[in-house]
């Protein structure tokens, strides 16, 4: 911590100053204030945090893990996250006010994907992205199923991948 | 900070022959004296350290889960997804308040009572008070952070259970493992709340009220979430102070990422400094002469 003392004025040559009174301190300090937020500012200016190609990257990650946990519960174990070769392709909003950036929950993306069986499928997620670039997933209820599922022994449980959480780093 | 702390034990005139003032040590003690004999920092104490357990249990009565926070789906299956549930809870709109029950007080106390006077010319210069009592303020700002990370580890471990957390894409984390990322976690906590420390002493050094010093930084804390709710400009949100307690998510990710943690800190620092130092140059400046 550096808490600046009171220091003896620099030209205190003729004028005994009595008490704390160099008002050029504050305003010193206000002005590398300003200077150091307009630096960050510019610094970070131009870069929204929630981008498609970042969406695209994390849903492409986290909804095989999802997936690959959902085929284990329904009895397919040993299904590795590789082999579902996710490819999402991510918009935000529909028509020509598209602008494909941002947090909002009107993101949808079209996921392509190999399911339990090597079969090719093809399904609409639903993304509500929050600006700290976490979001929640829903997926396509004819293509993975509902909100809880039935296990082998007949158990039921929350089904993973009907809808899921992801985070992805703003910065990379 | 210049502490070279004399032996306790020095008399009253060594001590005044010395520099006219005492050490930051003996303030900081002091400050810290007063605090745990006010009722206020016991009850927020305690509220942190039961706050959670109760949470659980009124949880365990219902079957919906909370899962508009992150990690809120997975509260009754992994207890480190409870506690990190509650950190996601605590930063949205616990943290600044309860830092500011004591920051936004400790130096508009001394106005409300009229002590500064009596403070100031016993032992201690301006510069060893504001050291001390900013100190105390942080130690009790870290206090709660670690009663609550306590509690909220220990409610979910010991009500909820020891099961393998998921991770924020999604792939299983050990039981050990998590744990130690879920203290890390509370732990990035810190310096965003110290930063709202800060802004508590400045608020109470600028208005010389309690009431005020303690509810303005809340409300700053409350506008910085609503920016952020209405999805403000991502330039101005890394700016604020509310920003940096998202900043765990990158720890629990399958590969781990930094960058919002880094800064974070930077922005937390930034407004440590610049909070203190207005404060500092307020009351270094201020006419103490009517008591």
């Not at chain 1, 590398?32 to 610094?43: D, E, F, I, R, S």
């Not at chain 2, 009565?61 to 992150?70: A, E, G, M, S, W």
């Not at chain 2, 950190?87 to 400790?106: E, M, Y």
């Not at chain 2, 949100?237 to 720890?251: A, I």
């Amino acid at each position: 911590m550096t808490i600046p003392t009171a220091t003896t004025p620099a030209s205190s040559g003729t004028v005994p100053v009595t008490g704390p009174q160099a008002p050029t301190r504050p305003r010193r300090l206000l002005l590398a204030g300003t200077v150091a937020a307009a630096a960050a500012v510019l610094a970070a200016c131009g870069s929204a945090d929630v981008t498609r190609p970042r969406l695209e990257a994390s849903l492409a990650q986290v909804f095989p893990n999802y997936y690959v946990q959902q085929q284990a519960l329904l009895g397919h174990p040993g299904l590795a996250p590789a082999a579902v070769q996710a490819r999402p392709t991510c918009h935000r909003g529909s028509g020509p006010t598209a602008s494909d950036t941002g947090a909002g929950s009107d993101w949808i993306c079209v996921v392509d994907y190999l399911d339990g069986a090597g079969k090719a499928q093809e399904g609409k997620f639903e993304l509500k992205v929050n600006p700290n670039a976490c979001y929640t997933a829903g997926a396509p209820t004819k293509l993975v199923g509902a909100a809880t599922i039935q296990t082998p022994t007949g158990r039921w449980v929350t089904n993973p991948v009907f809808e899921f959480d992801g985070c992805f780093d703003p910065t990379r | 900070m210049t502490q070279t702390t004399p032996a306790p034990a020095v008399t009253m005139t060594s001590a005044a022959a010395a520099a006219g003032r005492g050490s930051v040590v003996r303030a900081y003690r002091w400050e810290i004296i007063k605090l745990v004999h006010q009722w206020r920092t016991r009850a927020v104490l305690g509220a942190c350290l039961i706050g959670p357990f109760l949470f659980v249990i009124a949880l365990d009565q219902q079957d919906r889960v909370p899962k508009d926070t992150l990690y809120g789906r997975f509260v009754h299956t992994s207890g480190f997804a409870l506690a990190l549930m509650l950190l996601g809870f605590c930063a949205q709109w616990a943290f600044p308040l309860l830092t500011a029950l004591v920051a936004g007080d400790i130096f508009a106390a001394e106005d409300g009572h009229g002590t500064w006077k009596t403070i100031l010319t016993r032992s201690h210069g301006r510069t060893h008070i504001f050291t001390a009592k900013v100190l105390a303020a942080m130690t009790f700002a870290l206090a709660v952070l670690l009663a609550l990370a306590a509690a909220t580890l220990g409610a979910g471990v010991l009500l909820v259970g020891d099961q393998p957390l998921e991770s924020v894409t999604g792939t299983p984390i050990a039981p050990g493992h998590a744990a130690l990322l879920v203290a890390a976690a509370w732990g990035t906590a810190a310096l965003p709340l110290l930063g709202f420390t800060a802004l508590a002493v400045m608020m109470s050094v600028l208005t010389r009220s309690a009431a005020l010093g303690i509810v303005t930084p809340v409300v700053i804390g409350l506008l910085m979430q609503l920016f952020t709710f209405l999805n403000g400009t991502d330039t101005v949100r890394h700016l604020l102070l509310v920003t940096p307690f998202d900043s765990w998510h990158g720890l629990l990710a399958t590969h781990p990422f930094y960058g919002p943690l880094l800064h974070g800190s930077w922005v937390s620092v930034g407004y440590i400094v610049i909070c203190l130092a207005v404060a500092f140059q307020v009351l270094r400046r201020r006419d103490i002469t009517g008591g």
